[in-house]
């Protein structure tokens, strides 16, 4: 009989339904040869014995470890991207029943034994970082966001948010609200993204014949640093436009702005890559590209399950290996301008 003080076993339904307990786990994961009417029957009493799997017993049934790691990117753990980022891969992992495990740098450092996992998702991806090429050495199936720069790095899977065409995008928009000189502040990261990134920008500037700086930061900065910003955003520096990759940054720029006596939204538009609440918050609000972090989180998790269950099935790998998500403008008042032919 099952007492209040503990939760219902499989044995109890078993039981209760006077099945065998295997005729019971295989009725409730769908799996076995039983007729619609006893899996019925075993599903009722399930939950009028309000029944909870126990994932670990399944995990290590079937041999996996029920949890999967995120690598997140150096320094990137203050910002409000990578918190959408892995709340959204927690989310997706719930219906495969296994855990997140945020792998930190002295998890994964060079020569430290391989963690138990049933796969990782790496994030952002720099060919450089011993951590990257330590995770991918490990042998457990592995997806991207964004392709590692590094040809010789070969994730299972990887998912990319066509950062050329975003930042083209962008840079239209801009355009077409009267900007005719851009700064494109970016961190020297060594990623695919930032590659895509600029490259894309070059080729709109080069089609458009609207020039656009690239003015190379820190990989750790957020933000260009106050003299730089200042620089970029005074009249003097000729231009009336500037994209900022993260929203602090942009944030700091605007205010930089004002104080140099720029309007921003009207004499000088500005704009963040990353989009998040606090340019929401800002005066003006800030238009951002939408890359949709808790997306990616989710389609992350999706696809590595996907690499999971094809490796245990043999197979090589999964039919798409390379998928995309579309990003899209979020266009706010730091950007109205005065739009021209």
């Avoid at 928009?173 to 920008?201: C, K, M, Q, S």
């Avoid at 998928?323 to 032919?341: F, I, K």
Wanted: with cysteine.
């Amino acid at each position: 009989m099952v007492s209040p003080s503990r939760p219902a076993t499989i044995g109890d339904v078993a039981a209760r339904a006077g099945v065998s307990k295997a005729a019971a786990s295989q009725a409730l994961s769908g799996k076995g040869r039983i007729s619609e009417a006893t899996r019925a029957r075993i599903a009722a009493v399930a939950a009028e014995l309000e029944y909870r799997p126990n994932s670990t017993a399944q995990n290590l049934s079937s041999a996996r470890a029920g949890i999967v790691g995120v690598l997140l990117p150096a320094h990137s753990e203050h910002l409000p991207f990578s918190h959408q980022l892995a709340l959204g891969a927690l989310v997706a992992s719930e219906p495969f029943r296994s855990t997140v495990r945020i792998l930190t740098p002295d998890l994964v450092a060079p020569h430290t034994p391989p963690l138990r996992l049933d796969g990782c998702v790496i994030v952002d991806p720099v060919a450089a970082d011993p951590h990257v090429r330590t995770v991918l050495g490990w042998g457990v199936p592995t997806v991207c966001i964004e392709p590692p720069l590094d040809d010789a790095l070969t994730p299972d899977a990887a998912l990319t948010s066509r950062h050329d065409r975003a930042v083209r995008e962008l840079l239209e928009h801009l355009r077409a609200r009267g900007a005719r000189r851009i700064a494109l502040p970016v961190p020297e990261l060594g990623t695919r993204w930032t590659a895509d990134y600029l490259r894309g920008a070059a080729e709109w500037a080069a089609q458009t014949g609207i020039p656009v700086t690239h003015i190379p930061i820190a990989p750790a900065a957020e933000a260009a640093g106050p003299e730089l910003t200042h620089e970029i955003v005074a009249q003097s520096s000729g231009y009336d436009a500037a994209i900022f990759v993260s929203d602090r940054a942009a944030i700091a720029a605007a205010f930089a702005a004002a104080t140099a006596g720029r309007r921003v939204g009207e004499d000088f538009l500005l704009a963040s890559y990353l989009d998040s609440d606090y340019l929401t918050a800002a005066e003006p609000r800030i238009t951002a590209m939408h890359l949709d972090p808790a997306g990616l989180g989710r389609a992350a998790i999706e696809l590595l399950h996907e690499v999971i269950a094809a490796r245990e099935a043999g197979a090589a790998s999964v039919a798409d290996r390379a998928r995309e998500l579309v990003p899209h403008v979020r266009a706010r008042a730091s950007t109205a301008g005065t739009t021209r032919a």
